[in-house]
């Protein structure tokens, strides 16, 4: 007689229970994963499809009307909703329009988690709850443009995401008196993939969209890192040899890259997103320039909005963004 083996119910219940512990300390990050990678490609996907539409346009200034009374009552502003109705809905697939004061209408969070994951801010509604310094109006001698303190208007695009437009009806061209970053910028958009779902967090379900210069726009879409490089760093040595702020973002991580002029003043407009962005100093672009002077990039200061041309030697701060 052979004698029968097998396993016991405590032995199965416990090795089911082993499973159970296991499966539930790794399923969340595997979750997680799977809709970043979800969320990292409707990104690309939306600023291709902005990108396009927006290219599509004659010119992206001179929209509605911003006539700023003494009170909010006596301000006239239909500038993001024209915007939105009379020029992006012509090149650009859109379910529905919510105007001023009904942005949750869109199906956009009344709260959102910054790319710090420091604070729970509640969701701009007007340009200067993007950054408040983008409305404090220096500008070098010879340069037009400035920024109107526009509220916001939404939509929802066919593809299901909820964008908010934040609309500057007074942006110029680009010139060879690029100096300060409000000048420049037409448009801004912040968009949540899934609507009121969670996480609601900037960098992850949360991001936004800058298109730049009146003619001729340029739409960018940077997804920034959650913090500075961790120390200052020249872009170039003294031999302008190694290109020491680009080499910092991949030495931090694979997939990360320095900023374009453009890039970084996007992150400067959505400072308040980020929440972590230095409020006195000036950052690194990628973009040089022999403009004037050999040797020259181009920097974003964050203590008045200016970004202007600086030698490649000098030491400035790092913010890398996602490739």
């Known amino acids: 007689m052979k004698k029968k083996t097998g396993f016991t119910l405590a032995e199965i219940l416990i090795t089911l229970a082993i499973i159970g512990i296991v499966a539930a300390i790794t399923l ?120 109107a303190d526009t509220k916001a208007a939404a939509f929802e695009s066919v593809n299901g995401e909820s964008i908010a437009v934040f609309y500057n009806p007074l942006c110029a061209s680009n010139s060879s008196v690029d100096h300060h970053t409000t000048n420049q910028m037409c448009v801004n958009l912040i968009y949540d993939l899934n609507g009121t779902e969670g996480p609601n967090q900037v960098g992850k379900d949360v991001g936004f969209i800058t ?52 890039e970084i003043a996007s992150i400067f407009i959505n400072a308040t997103l980020v929440n972590n962005l230095q409020t006195v100093g000036a950052y690194w672009s990628g973009s040089v ?10 920097y974003q200061n964050t203590t008045n909005g200016y970004r202007c041309r600086s030698y490649r030697s000098n030491t400035l701060s790092v913010r890398c963004i996602k490739k």
């Open 28 to 147: 969340p990050s595997l979750l997680v994963n799977v809709n970043e990678k979800a969320w990292d490609a409707q990104k690309k996907a939306l600023h291709a499809r902005l990108a396009q539409a927006i290219g599509q346009m004659n010119t992206l200034g001179g929209y509605g009307t911003y006539t700023k009374g003494e009170t909010d009552a006596e301000t006239v502003d239909t500038a993001a909703e024209s915007f939105i109705l009379d020029a992006l809905s012509k090149v650009y697939k859109i379910n529905n329009i919510c105007g001023p004061d009904k942005l949750s209408s869109c199906g956009l969070p009344s709260k959102i988690t910054t790319l710090d994951s420091a604070s729970e801010i509640t969701f701009p509604t007007k340009m200067s709850e993007l950054n408040p310094k983008l409305l404090n109006g220096q500008h070098y001698e010879g340069e037009a443009g400035d920024m």
């Open 289 to 298: 320039t022999s403009y004037g002077a050999s040797g020259l990039a181009w």
């Open 211 to 262: 298109a730049f210069y009146n003619k001729n726009p340029v739409v960018v879409a940077p997804v920034p890192y959650n913090t500075d490089y961790a120390s200052k760093l020249p872009q170039y040595s003294e031999s302008k040899e190694t290109i020491d702020a680009s080499t910092a973002c991949k030495t931090t991580a694979e997939d990360l890259r320095l900023p374009d002029r453009d």
